[in-house]
Nanobody
Framework: QVQLVESGGRSVQPGGSLRLSCAAS????????MGWYRQDPGKERELVAT???????NCAGSVEGRFTISRPYRGNSVYLQMDSLEPEDTAVYCC???????????WGQGTQVTVSS
């Protein structure tokens, strides 16, 4: 696995914004997908958003219009801009890297996002 280092999670009030960052610590295969998943205790892990190295991206319906995923061209980092946060967005957010030629699948440790008044 490649080590993925996440940052940016913290507590915020409803309606607030956060920006999560994730960086891979090693050289990664040029053809890959990076993304964010989240998991709340007692719930299944769910996809938040992913972005292919070509730039194509997709996101879950529950965050569409509020969250934006981005990454530098040919870069080894990924960002998640989260706006209009809701209490339902509270979860541990984990970064994922899937290198498509080798199928190497790497996960970060996660960063806690708490949305509460």
């Amino acid at each position: 696995q490649v080590q993925l280092v996440e940052s940016g999670g913290r507590s915020v009030q409803p309606g607030g914004s956060l920006r999560l960052s994730c960086a891979a610590s090693a050289i990664i295969n040029a053809v890959n997908v990076m993304g964010w998943y989240r998991q709340d205790p007692g719930k299944e892990r769910e996809l938040v958003a992913t972005v292919h190295s070509s730039g194509w991206s997709n996101c879950a319906g529950s965050v569409e219009g509020r969250f934006t995923i981005s990454r530098p061209y040919r870069g080894n980092s990924v960002y998640l801009q989260m706006d209009s946060l809701e209490p339902e967005d509270t979860a541990v957010y984990c970064c994922n890297l899937l290198e498509l030629h080798t199928r190497r699948d790497s996960w970060g440790q996660g960063t806690q996002v708490t949305v509460s008044s």
